[in-house]
């Protein structure tokens, strides 16, 4: 077993780990001793998350155990090492003929990490990436190894995890007939347009996506459709929006290799879903990221508020997406009881600044109930995320029952969860 002495850092380089040790165990055996006789401890996945949410005094990478693959074409469903990127279980299921049914924006995430934060891409009728979780199987800090599928008790509170209930070692997520998606992108969509046939335009296409720096208009709209025997209809606009000609980046002016083909060609679904390229630096590379995602309901008036502060953020922002995600009944899921839409901030690498925005956007979103993404910047404590969640309560209740020597709660789950310093 190799150990390393410092993790480092996260990929937007924003955070560096302050844990002392990394620990590579290639074993279950040596995962069960490590996570037993470690006094802190949590696992890292591929470090995509800005903030400290994957922090601790030891840091395990489960990258040196086995994939052990088993795709079972009877149940739809794949089982794996649950460190694996997106990326590469697309190749893999591919070559099977299956599909997930959605990935996020970049497929360059660790499952295990994406499915602990709830992370998501876009669709009225998609769940989040954690939605997809059958079963898993994960360490506890005694040392035990225990696993739960779909429909058994405290299933749903244990998949969006946020890294606090063990190591999670296997992961077993539902797969579909694998299929193809065709990219759309639509320039100069006007607000009043947005708001006037939000719903139109959210289900016009399997994944939709809306990028603006929050102008005039907004900027463009990502159109995700799934192939199917009926022939495309090309439509030319999109009430208002001008079809693009070329490949567009999201965030305007820079190039768009690093981005997933559009213009209507079609493609395998792990082409098209993501908006970047695995083998490419996903987004710009040079950023902080921060989400909210908030009830369906009341889109409008959040896209309203958060346009309100439009000249206070564009000069720090580098692009910002919304996005819809259906309703899902995981515990600790933003997206938990209700249809929602998450309104995304890429932020130009400014720190001071950014904390001081997510200050201001925040107290502007308190009235939609917004929930902050759990991997991205935000400002909001225990005291403002607790009646964001009902389910809370049982969630602590299942982490000191998984975990009563607390070796995962971090400084994050106290600072954030539980209100202690
Ligand atoms: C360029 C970029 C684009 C992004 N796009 C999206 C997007 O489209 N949609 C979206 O929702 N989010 C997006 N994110 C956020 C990202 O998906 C989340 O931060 C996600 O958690 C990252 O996964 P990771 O593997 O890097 O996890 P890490 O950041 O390494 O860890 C996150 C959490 O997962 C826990 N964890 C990881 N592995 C395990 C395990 N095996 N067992 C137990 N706990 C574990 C960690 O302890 C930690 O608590 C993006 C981030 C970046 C940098």
Redesign the pocket.
């Known amino acids: 077993m190799i150990e390393d002495r410092s993790p480092g850092r996260?990929?937007?380089g924003n955070y560096t780990y302050r844990a002392e040790k990394l620990h590579r165990p290639s074993t279950i055996e040596q995962v069960q001793e490590i996570v037993a006789n470690a006094p802190g401890v949590?696992?890292?996945?591929?470090?995509?998350?800005?903030n400290d949410?994957?922090d601790?005094s030891e840091l395990?990478t489960?990258e040196a155990m086995p994939m052990d693959m088993v795709v079972d074409h009877a149940a739809n469903t794949v089982s794996f090492n649950?460190?694996l990127?997106y990326g590469e279980l697309a190749e893999t299921l591919s070559a099977e003929g299956v599909a997930l049914h959605n990935l996020?924006?970049?497929p360059?995430?660790?499952?295990?990490?994406?499915?602990?934060?709830?992370?998501?891409?876009s669709g009225d009728t998609n769940g989040?990436?954690s939605t997809a979780v059958a079963g898993l199987e994960?360490v506890t800090s005694g040392g035990e190894i225990i696993s739960a599928s779909r429909g058994e008790p405290d299933f749903d509170g244990l998949v969006v995890?946020?890294?606090?209930?063990?190591?999670?070692?296997r992961i077993t997520l539902d797969v579909e007939p694998a299929y193809e998606v065709r990219q759309r992108v639509f320039e100069g969509l006007s607000w009043e347009a947005l708001f006037e046939h939000f719903d139109e335009i959210t289900s016009c296409g399997y994944s939709v996506s809306v990028f603006t720096r929050w102008g005039e208009t907004t900027d463009q709209v990502w159109v995700k459709s799934r192939v199917t025997d009926e022939p495309e209809q090309v439509e030319s606009d999109l009430f208002g929006a001008v079809a693009a000609a070329v490949d567009r980046h999201p965030i305007l002016g820079l190039d768009a290799t690093s981005c997933t083909p559009q213009l209507g060609r079609s493609g395998l679904w792990s082409d098209r879903l993501?908006?970047?390229r695995m083998g490419f630096t996903?987004?710009s590379?040079e950023?902080l990221?921060s989400?909210y995602l908030l009830p369906r309901r009341h889109v409008v008036e959040a896209i309203g508020a958060v346009r309100t502060l439009a000249d206070k953020i564009r000069p720090i922002l580098q692009v910002s997406?919304i996005?819809t995600v259906a309703a899902d009944r995981l515990w600790m899921s933003m997206n938990y009881g209700e249809d929602t839409v998450?309104i995304?901030f890429?932020w130009k690498p400014e720190r001071d600044a950014v904390e001081d925005m997510l200050v201001q956007l925040e107290a502007a979103l308190a009235p939609f109930e917004a929930r902050p993404?759990?991997?991205?910047l935000f400002n909001a404590d225990a005291a403002a995320i607790t009646p964001l969640y009902e389910r809370r309560p049982d969630f602590v209740r299942l982490v000191e029952r998984l975990d009563p020597r607390g070796a995962?709660r971090?400084s994050?789950f106290k600072a954030r969860l539980l209100g202690e310093s």
Do not use: D, Y
């Open positions: 996260n990929w937007a949590r696992v890292l996945g591929s470090r995509h998350s800005f949410i994957a601790s395990i489960l649950a460190t990127k996020a924006s970049l360059h995430i660790s499952v295990a990490g994406a499915v602990a934060t709830a992370t998501h891409g989040n990436l994960l995890g946020l890294g606090a209930l063990g190591a999670v070692t993501p908006h970047f996903p987004s590379g950023e990221q989400e997406e996005r998450g995304h890429t993404h759990w991997g991205k995962f971090n994050w």
